[in-house]
Nanobody, 123 residues
Framework: QVQLMESGGGSVQTGGSLRLSCGYS?????MGWFRQAPGKEREGVAG????????YYADSVKGRFTISRDNAKNTLYLQMNSLKPEDSAMYYC???????????????????WGKGTPVTISS
């Protein structure tokens, strides 16, 4: 059982930046960030294959968000820049032990989830 804990959420103005962190109990093949706004479906925002370093981004965040990891600290990050009000959501860290060399692995379903951290962007 992988334990995940997110932190770093908060409230910023449009155009601002936030960095989310996700501490994990042990390394898995595929990890990523998802978000869900009230009344909307959950969206896979960014993913990374820990074996290859391959990353994936949803079109809505491409060029603004960066996913990265620090294996020594057992931490996954999501750097979010040029934030927009539509980025407001609860952000979740997720992991899967399925072998993958492609960051789009997050589209195949995740097995472990954190409790989420809220992000609010004001205009």
């Amino acid at each position: 059982q992988v334990q995940l804990m997110e932190s770093g959420g908060g409230s910023v103005q449009t155009g601002g930046s936030l960095r989310l962190s996700c501490g994990y109990s042990y390394l898995t093949w595929c990890m990523g960030w998802f978000r869900q706004a009230p009344g909307k479906e959950r969206e896979g925002v960014a993913g990374i294959s820990f074996a290859s370093g391959s990353t994936y981004y949803a079109d809505s965040v491409k060029g603004r968000f960066t996913i990265s990891r620090d294996n020594a600290k057992n931490t996954l990050y999501l750097q979010m820049n040029s934030l927009k009000p539509e980025d407001s959501a609860m952000y979740y860290c997720a992991a899967s032990p399925r072998r993958s060399y492609d960051g789009s692995c997050i589209q195949s379903g995740m097995d472990y989830w954190g409790k989420g951290t809220p992000v609010t962007i004001s205009s």
